[in-house]
């Protein structure tokens, strides 16, 4: 089945790190780009990261320096590795994957306590 399942998440401390993992099934091909989102409450969904096919990445300005993306093509699996995580980073982060077609991941809590 043509699935997405993200890992990882949880609670940590101010200036902790957490990893997310977006795992892509092997049955989802010709994949475009992996972006991440998270959506704070009552909040739309925004993008934080992408990686593109090319592997070329891009981050937004507010996690620039903090979050880094990798991917394991070995594993179909890509990472956003959040370092520096302060309580502003508190949200609901979704995987997507874009090929024609679009695929999310399930969404992870992420919570960063003061």
């Known amino acids: 089945q043509a699935q997405v399942w993200q890992t990882g998440g949880g609670l940590v401390q101010s200036g902790g790190s957490l990893r997310l993992s977006c795992a892509i099934s092997?049955?989802?091909?010709?994949?475009?780009?992996v972006k991440w989102y998270r959506e704070f409450p009552g909040k739309e969904r925004e993008l934080v990261a992408d990686?593109?096919?090319?592997?070329?990445?891009h981050y937004v300005d507010a996690v620039k320096g903090r979050f880094t993306l990798s991917r394991d093509n070995t594993r179909n699996t890509v990472y956003l590795q959040m370092d520096g995580l302060t309580p502003e980073d508190t949200a609901v982060y979704y995987c997507?994957?874009?090929?024609?077609?679009?695929?999310w991941g399930q969404g992870t809590q992420v919570t960063v306590s003061s």
């Open positions: 997507q994957v874009i090929t024609t077609h679009t695929y």
């Open positions: 092997t049955m989802i091909t010709g994949i475009k780009n």
């Open positions: 990686i593109e096919g090319s592997g070329d990445r």
